[in-house]
């Protein structure tokens, strides 16, 4: 009897508590990027503001008075879509995952064949996300109750998320081996 060991991946769907965990990684890297390039750009605003004012003999408003907080707030909504837009698209069309997701191993595929989104796939998929928050993040909690584990974004954009498991599989074969010499 022969022992060979084969490596190979195994695919299974992504649970609903997997990719909730992978959402969280990814909204902390992009809020966080958000947030550091937000202050960049308000800092950076605010000194020409204040050399401005300067040069007109004004005076100069404190950092945390130059700006209205509700515009503040809108800012960082345009900024983190300006960055989950690429973040998202490119991620799941070039690799198949984000950076929230791979140390997870969880990759987002085509429904039809397991292979590769297409890029207007993963256009759709994020921008579907829209509708998945709605109302009250209904879209993703059906993921829990599907069989495929798909959320609203991956019906809509015909898209598996699975979860790949690297294992070792044993095969025994059927003929005779002489035992080793003693």
Same mark, same amino acid.
């Given at each position: 009897?022969?022992?060979?060991?084969?490596?190979?991946?195994?695919?299974?769907?992504?649970?609903?508590?997997?990719?909730? &965990?992978?959402?969280?990684?990814?909204?902390?890297?992009?809020?966080?990027?958000?947030?550091?390039?937000?202050?960049?750009?308000?800092?950076?605003?605010?000194?020409?503001?204040?050399?401005?004012?300067?040069?007109?003999?004004?005076?100069?408003?404190?950092?945390?008075?130059?700006?209205?907080?509700?515009?503040?707030? $809108?800012?960082?909504?345009?900024?983190?879509?300006?960055?989950?837009?690429?973040?998202? &698209?490119?991620?799941?069309?070039?690799?198949?995952?984000?950076?929230?997701?791979?140390?997870?191993?969880?990759?987002?595929?085509?429904?039809?064949?397991?292979?590769?989104?297409?890029?207007?796939?993963?256009?759709?998929?994020?921008?579907?996300?829209?509708?998945?928050?709605?109302?009250?993040?209904?879209?993703?909690?059906?993921?829990?109750?599907?069989?495929?584990?798909?959320?609203?974004?991956?019906?809509?954009?015909?898209?598996?998320?699975?979860?790949?498991?690297?294992?070792?599989? &044993?095969? $025994?074969?059927?003929?005779?081996?002489?035992?080793?010499?003693?």
């Amino acid at each position: 009897m022969a022992i060979h060991n084969k490596s190979q991946k195994l695919t299974n769907y992504a649970g609903f508590w997997l990719r909730l &965990v992978a959402d969280i990684l990814d909204s902390l890297i992009l809020t966080g990027l958000s947030w550091i390039i937000q202050i960049g750009c308000l800092r950076f605003i605010h000194v020409f503001m204040a050399l401005y004012l300067k040069g007109k003999g004004q005076s100069i408003p404190a950092y945390e008075d130059t700006f209205n907080p509700f515009f503040v707030q $809108v800012f960082n909504l345009g900024l983190y879509f300006c960055l989950a837009f690429p973040y998202f &698209v490119c991620g799941h069309f070039k690799w198949g995952t984000t950076l929230g997701k791979k140390p997870l191993n969880i990759y987002v595929v085509n429904e039809s064949d397991l292979g590769s989104l297409k890029l207007n796939q993963s256009v759709i998929r994020f921008f579907s996300y829209g509708l998945s928050y709605l109302p009250f993040c209904a879209g993703f909690l059906m993921a829990a109750f599907q069989p495929r584990k798909q959320g609203l974004h991956d019906l809509i954009a015909k898209t598996l998320s699975v979860h790949k498991v690297e294992t070792t599989v &044993v095969h $025994v074969a059927d003929e005779e081996v002489e035992p080793p010499p003693v």
